[in-house]
């Protein structure tokens, strides 16, 4: 099981009813979350690959993945991740494939064309852009 952050410590305190899981805030509440919603905040608070993968099931229009706090290239500045545009899964890249009508998308710090973080979006059957995330 991934390692808990701080940020999702304070959130299972805060919300014992929901320790574990996922939540996202839809866009235009964003701006009221508290800091501990952070979804995502480092690379070890979802599992790599679709099978140990943190699965978000109720994802909307208009909801986003949060991944800002991430640094996308590992010992690198504050790099921000950018969308894989198809050919080599390099460094700062995410890569989205459509596997039995769930969307998996992997993260990619240092390069190696392996995943560093995969999440994954339950019955999600189209890709997401760079405005479905917080980068």
């Given at each position: 099981?991934?390692a808990v952050?701080?940020?999702?410590?304070?959130?299972n305190?805060?919300?014992?009813?929901?320790?574990?899981?996922?939540?996202?805030?839809?866009?235009?509440?964003q701006r009221?979350?508290p800091?501990?919603?952070r979804?995502f905040a480092?690379?070890n608070?979802?599992?790599?690959?679709?099978?140990k993968?943190d699965q978000?099931?109720?994802?909307?229009?208009?909801?986003?993945?949060?991944?800002?706090?991430?640094?996308?290239?590992?010992d690198?500045?504050d790099n921000?991740?950018k969308?894989?545009a198809?050919?080599?899964?390099v460094?700062?890249?995410?890569?989205?494939?459509?596997?039995?009508g769930?969307?998996?998308i992997?993260?990619?710090?240092?390069?190696?064309?392996?995943a560093e973080?995969s999440i994954?979006l339950?019955g999600?059957?189209?890709?997401?852009a760079?405005?479905?995330?917080i980068?």
């Amino acid at each position: 099981m991934p390692a808990v952050s701080a940020a999702a410590t304070a959130h299972n305190r805060r919300w014992p009813e929901r320790a574990g899981r996922c939540r996202l805030v839809p866009q235009h509440r964003q701006r009221h979350r508290p800091s501990a919603d952070r979804l995502f905040a480092a690379l070890n608070e979802s599992g790599i690959g679709a099978a140990k993968a943190d699965q978000i099931t109720d994802f909307a229009p208009g909801d986003k993945i949060d991944i800002s706090k991430i640094d996308a290239v590992a010992d690198g500045d504050d790099n921000a991740f950018k969308l894989d545009a198809g050919g080599a899964f390099v460094a700062g890249e995410i890569h989205q494939t459509l596997s039995g009508g769930n969307l998996v998308i992997d993260f990619n710090v240092d390069g190696d064309a392996a995943a560093e973080m995969s999440i994954v979006l339950v019955g999600q059957t189209t890709l997401l852009a760079a405005a479905d995330f917080i980068l």
